[in-house]
């Protein structure tokens, strides 16, 4: 069981997300979650925030029923059970029902207060749960799902017995106890939150693909239909900015991807902290890129690349999808470890870039994998090395860079890490269940494979690890861009 305190200083999803993550840690989900009294307010939370925790929900209502036999609960007294059926009527507003309970509970001559013994609920308490209602108790008051009125088996649970008479009906299967109607899997599944996650590019690149399998597979795990949302614009910025000022009651996910999270926030100036603003969720997959050449290029290995370049009375000319993309900054980080001679030719996107490279107007990319492997399968570009720091499975005959046997690029690395934040508006306790369910669906053969077809490796990590990646990357790609003198289209 949760002990529940004063509603000071806590919002409704505040109390279900300690609440969720109770069911969560005692390994008896899905649980019955009781509600009694102002405690309605925070049960019924928890079963909309966290539906699939809830097994059914029990709201004790103020009714004038029996008094549970063998317990010294009181009768309800009548101006509370009239002032909550007023309060559930839908049509009045929040200020009637702040009258309604304050003449219930502390007009001159009734006994309300002596039932109230050991609660210690004032009119500030009232005052506070009231001007705190969101959405959320629109469904109480509004009755928006359908509703089953069965009444449980005791109409009358007072303040000094309520627990143990709740014990004496639940048994081991209460989860906490906090009014007489029951909801069902079908009553609260309806009103199920929304779940969308935003891709800040276009549709039908790789990002689209590994949130489009995300979504199908999260929403086999989670019993509900998720939106993929494309928001491209300014290098990802604009989608990005979009979830981290989210405010609506959609649970809003994010791809997240090292151009937007960890290139981006210096790269254009942005206040925004992907780790502060946002909340990593979970870290699911690399792609390195792959240093490309002309098949009849005179380039036959990075370390003739090198030497070459400096000995070339010209600088090597290397093109990118844009400035300030991944692929212009891993060229940079190349030429400043090196000390080689290299000039960046912006491309508007890769496929143009990789065609020169393949005519010889291009010396080099480093390109990710996906729209270079069809010209590398058909022999028109071919590959020097990868940049991961190990081989990867699409090419297990080309070298890593730091295995080019040039000392400086012992270290070299440079990939693109993906993963899933989200809104700050999310529960913590869901947080946690959507790291684990990505996390499963992240460790499945099926995910898996379809990384690796878009050329990225599985990269399994919590939150905390994500978040950590994401501050490292963004340090290393600060330096390379103010040591570069890099900016943005």
């Known amino acids: ?10 919002t409704l999803h505040d109390w279900a997300s300690d609440i969720a993550a109770v069911i969560s840690q005692a390994n008896q989900d899905p649980a019955w979650v009781v509600g009694h009294a102002h405690g309605n307010w925070i049960a019924r939370t928890v079963a909309t925030d966290y539906p699939h925790l809830v097994k059914g929900l029990i709201l004790l209502a103020a009714s004038a029923g029996k008094v549970p036999k063998g317990s010294n609960a009181l009768p309800i007294p009548p101006e509370i059970r009239i002032a909550i059926e007023n309060c559930a009527r839908p049509e009045i507003t929040d200020d009637q029902r702040l009258v309604f309970l304050q003449e219930a509970f502390f007009a001159p001559g ?16 009232i005052q506070t749960a009231t001007q705190r209602r969101t959405p959320i108790d629109e469904f109480f008051y509004g009755g928006i799902a359908p509703i089953l009125n069965i009444q449980a088996k005791y109409d009358v649970i007072a303040p000094p017995a309520y627990a143990n008479v709740l014990s004496d009906y639940l048994g081991d299967r209460v989860s906490t106890a906090l009014f007489f109607f029951i909801f069902t899997q079908t009553s609260y599944a309806q009103i199920l939150k929304p779940i969308k996650i935003v891709v800040p590019f276009a549709p039908g690149g790789g990002n689209d693909v590994i949130a489009r399998q995300i979504a199908k597979d999260l929403g086999q795990i989670r019993n509900q239909s998720i939106l993929v949302e494309n928001r491209a614009g300014a290098g990802g910025s604009l989608g990005t900015d979009y ?11 994010l791809l997240g991807h090292s151009g937007t999270v960890s290139i981006n926030p210096t790269l254009l100036g942005s206040k925004l902290d992907p780790t502060r603003d946002l909340e990593p969720i979970a870290m699911l997959a690399s792609s390195a890129l792959v240093l490309v ?8 290995s990075v370390q003739d690349l090198v030497s070459q370049s400096i ?34 030719i912006p ?12 005519g010889g107007q291009l010396e080099l990319m480093f390109s990710v994998i996906r729209p270079a492997l069809p010209l590398i399968q058909s022999g028109k570009l071919r590959v020097l090395a990868v940049t991961s720091k190990k081989r990867l499975p699409n090419f297990p ?3 890593t860079i730091g295995e080019s046997n040039v000392t400086s690029l012992k270290n070299f690395e440079s990939s693109v890490t993906y993963g899933i934040l989200g809104s700050l508006r999310i529960p913590k306790a869901l947080l946690v269940e ?28 919590d939150g905390l690890q994500y978040s950590k990646v994401i501050q490292s990357e963004t340090k290393k790609w600060a330096e390379i861009i103010k040591k570069s003198g890099a900016v943005a289209n």
Do not use: C
């Open 347 to 358: 491309y508007k996107g890769t496929g143009p870039a990789l065609i020169d490279v393949a």
């Open 293 to 300: 050449v002309a098949q009849d290029s005179k380039i036959k």
């Open 1 to 10: 069981a949760a002990s529940i305190g004063p509603l000071e200083n806590k």
């Open 311 to 344: 000995q070339n009375t010209a600088p090597f000319n290397f093109g990118s999808s844009g400035n300030g993309t991944g692929a212009h900054l891993t060229g940079e980080m190349f030429r400043l470890i090196t000390g080689s001679k290299m000039s960046h």
């Open 110 to 125: 009734n006994d309300a207060k002596s039932w109230l013994t050991g609660w210690n609920f004032d009119l500030m308490q």
């Open 434 to 461: 959507l790291s684990s369910q990505i996390l499963k669906i992240g460790s499945e053969p099926e995910f898996q494979s379809k990384l690796v077809s878009e050329g990225a490796l599985p990269t399994l990590g």
């Open 397 to 399: 005959d080309s070298p």
């Open 243 to 253: 979830v981290a000022k989210y405010s609506g009651e959609e649970i809003v996910l």
